[in-house]
Structures are given as structure tokens and as C-alpha cells.
């Protein structure tokens, strides 16, 4: 069974870089395909970045693009995410996520991490 766990949320000052990880276990993930998703209060779930397991191959939601950036390090089994210049409106919960191949940009991911909370202080 794929398991995801998110680490690294909490208060993050407005201006400064957010730094999550997720530890991907179960299997191997060769194929795979893992995403970063954020879910502001009352919204739904947005895909902020995705990136291909094997070849490293990105994503970037385009309203983020300039300051996301998402690796893995296949031996370590974890994804990274890195969101520079936090702003009020990043505030929200993150969530790792998974799926067996498909399109980086389609939102149709199967595997869920439990999610962290992310608070932006100014």
C-alpha cells in the first residue's frame, strides 16, 4: 500500500521560503508520478506542481511557477517541495500526493498524504 507522509509545515514569516518533504513508502515508484497540492479554508484542492519519478520532470501551477520548485531523490524515496516568497494568500493545507503515470498538469491523483497545515505571519 502507497503511503505518503508530509512533513515540514507550521508558521512560516510572509517573505520568507516554505520547505515541505514527503516520504513515499509501499513500494517502488518507478513510472510514478507525485504532486504537490494546497486546499485553502471553503476551497477545494489545487495542483501547485508535479514531477515525474523517474525522469524528473516538472510542473508548475503557472501562478506559481516563478517561486515553486519540486524535486525528488529516488534514493531517499522523498519529494520536495520549495514555495520562495511566502505570501498571506499561500496559507493553507498541503498535501503530497500520487499516481501510476498520466498527464503532470491533470488533477487525478489516487494516493493521498495526510496533509500538513502551512500559517503564513506578517
Known amino acids: 500500500q502507497v503511503q505518503l507522509v508530509e512533513s515540514g509545515g507550521g508558521l512560516v514569516q510572509a517573505g520568507s521560503s516554505l520547505r515541505l518533504t514527503c516520504a513515499a513508502s509501499?513500494?517502488?515508484?518507478?513510472?510514478?508520478?507525485m504532486g504537490w497540492f494546497r486546499q485553502r479554508p471553503g476551497e477545494g484542492r489545487e495542483l501547485l506542481g508535479s514531477i515525474k519519478w523517474d525522469s524528473g520532470s516538472t510542473y508548475y501551477r503557472p501562478s506559481v511557477v516563478h517561486r515553486l520548485a519540486i524535486s525528488r531523490d529516488n534514493a531517499k524515496n522523498t519529494v520536495s517541495l520549495q514555495l520562495n516568497n511566502l505570501k498571506p494568500e499561500d496559507a493553507a493545507d498541503y498535501y503530497c500526493?500520487?499516481?501510476?503515470?498520466?498527464?503532470?498538469?491533470?488533477?487525478?491523483?489516487?494516493?493521498w498524504g495526510q496533509g500538513v497545515q502551512v500559517t503564513v505571519s506578517s
Open positions: 509501499g513500494r517502488t515508484f518507478d513510472g510514478y508520478v
Open positions: 500526493a500520487a499516481k501510476n503515470g498520466g498527464r503532470l498538469w491533470q488533477d487525478d491523483y489516487n494516493y
